[in-house]
């Protein structure tokens, strides 16, 4: 049997993808968000946007590492969930904390540095969700779609900065986030350029002409 072919893969990761929702969900139902509900669900929409990003970023080393080429076919549906998560994320925001007050809003944008970067990351990350279709690759270009989604890493540091930025004492959590993702980028680098090096083939023009 083989395993990428069967329906239920997919329905399962979109299953396991959608469970934190669920969860966050029946603890609202439930009354067991705790004294302040609004940060709780700003919190973990916050967390699982910052948790989607960095697995669909793991998912080319995790291919690279284990020769599974065919998770490639979850990285869509991964990355359209940080987006999901993220729209709930702002969504909270604008809705639930700040009750659609526009000047308000605009004004925490310009004064709060962290809402700042959260700003700009979750902006960044439309243009990504809006060109993840077959039929907008097909549009851009296999090699523009690819520059463009490249952008994940700066949205990626944008959220771990963020994070870094609104907590006030206790700095390990995002820390821990921040060396997944300091770990993937290096992976990044090692894989485009470590690997060459070590078996003495040139660097390719552009990289070798920036040092
Ligand atoms: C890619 C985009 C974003 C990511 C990855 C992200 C991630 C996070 C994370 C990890 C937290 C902290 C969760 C915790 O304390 O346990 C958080 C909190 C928060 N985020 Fe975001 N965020 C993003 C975008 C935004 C945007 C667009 C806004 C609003 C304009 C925003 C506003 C907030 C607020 C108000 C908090 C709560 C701060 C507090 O607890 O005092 N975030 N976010």
Request: hydrophobic share 55%.
């Amino acid at each position: 049997m083989d395993v990428w072919k069967q329906p239920w893969l997919k329905v399962g990761v979109f299953g396991a993808c959608l469970s934190p929702l669920v969860v966050l969900a029946w603890q609202a139902l439930t009354d067991n968000l705790g004294a302040n509900p609004i940060d709780e669900i700003t919190d973990q929409t916050g967390l699982w946007t910052l948790r989607m990003l960095l697995i669909t970023l793991a998912v080319t080393p995790a291919r690279r590492l284990t020769g599974w080429n065919r998770l490639i076919q979850l990285r869509r549906m991964l990355g359209l969930f940080a987006f999901f998560y993220g729209s709930l994320h702002f969504l909270t925001y604008i809705w639930l904390d700040q009750f659609f007050a526009v000047e308000d809003i605009v004004a925490d944008i310009m004064e709060r540095p962290f809402i700042t970067v959260g700003f700009a990351s979750f902006v960044l990350l439309m243009p990504l969700a809006v060109t993840s279709t077959t039929a907008m690759i097909k549009r851009l270009g296999g090699k523009w779609w690819q520059r463009l989604h490249r952008l994940i890493y700066a949205i990626a540091i944008g959220g771990v900065v963020h994070y870094l930025w609104l907590v006030k004492a206790d700095l390990q959590q995002p820390l821990i986030y921040g060396s997944i993702l300091g770990g993937l980028l290096l992976y990044r680098v090692w894989d485009r350029y470590g690997r060459r090096w070590l078996a003495g083939i040139p660097l390719p023009r552009k990289a070798a002409f920036r040092g």
